[in-house]
């Protein structure tokens, strides 16, 4: 058998294995029955308009929506600070600044979570949405500095040095040229942070208070006092969310590569 051929069967079985698992789980959400079984009774939306009436799932889709908009904010800013950090050469701390970034997608989420949560009660923000906020964008930011150091690490240091032999401030080079040159990766990086935010359970359990109670965590009490078709709804909107964002960031970069051209 070709090596290509090898190759694009190998790829076929990996996407398979990573999205065969989510097309399970979509049907469920249009289910009439009480249970999470197969072959679904008939099609409802019976689920969805739990999601949207129900105070509990209510205030949960409202706190995701806000906390996931403030991480995604924060995480990008910082973010994109970090990898026009990390892009200059740093000899001897470099390597060890770009690790220490990176430390919380290595950490385990429950060590992580009882020092976010004695961090922020020391500080007074313990049960906040501020809180929860800063928790996220902690785990969300090392995504963001490895998509916007991939755009940074593609654009030719000539292009930037041209505008400046041209009279453009750093300000200016960084404004008209850099910017829009890595926009394709920050908003990917920002769309990272927004999935991350969303999907982030463990981290909110220790730092969240009843009010801040996100849509993940709902699940996941959900699930744990009674496993109902609501959570299939809710992980749908969990992927349609995601795959919109993504649609749209795929769009954005395909327009950015035609205006290059």
């Not at 755009?151 to 080079?173: K, N, T, Y």
């Amino acid at each position: 058998m070709p090596a290509k051929t090898l190759q694009w069967l190998f790829g076929a079985l990996m996407a398979a294995f990573l999205i065969v698992p989510l097309l399970v789980m979509m049907p469920l959400a249009f289910t009439s029955s009480l249970l999470l079984v197969y072959p679904i009774p008939s099609f409802s939306f019976r689920w969805f308009v739990e999601l949207f009436t129900l105070p509990v799932w209510q205030r949960a889709i409202v706190n995701s929506l806000i906390i996931g908009f403030g991480t995604t904010a924060l995480a990008t800013v910082l973010g994109v600070l970090a990898a026009l950090g990390l892009r200059r050469r740093l000899p001897m701390i470099g390597g060890v600044i770009r690790t220490l970034f990176m430390l919380p997608m290595v950490v385990p989420a429950v060590v992580l979570g009882i020092g976010m949560q004695i961090l922020l009660a020391r500080i007074g923000l313990a049960n906040t949405h501020l809180a929860v906020i800063i928790a996220h964008t902690v785990v969300a930011v090392p995504f963001v500095i490895v998509s916007v150091s991939g755009s940074l690490a593609g654009i030719d240091r000539r292009v930037e040095l041209a505008a400046a032999s041209l009279g453009a401030s750093p300000q200016r080079v960084f404004g008209k040229v850099t910017l829009p040159l890595a926009m394709p990766g920050i908003l990917t990086g920002a769309v990272l942070a927004f999935a991350t935010s969303l999907d982030e359970v463990v981290l909110t359990l220790f730092v969240a208070g009843p009010n801040q109670r996100t849509l993940a965590r709902q699940m996941f009490s959900t699930i744990r006092d009674n496993i109902s078709p609501a959570i299939a709804a809710a992980a749908f909107l969990f992927i349609f969310g995601t795959l919109l964002l993504a649609a749209v960031v795929l769009i954005v970069r395909r327009k950015k590569e035609v205006a290059a051209i």
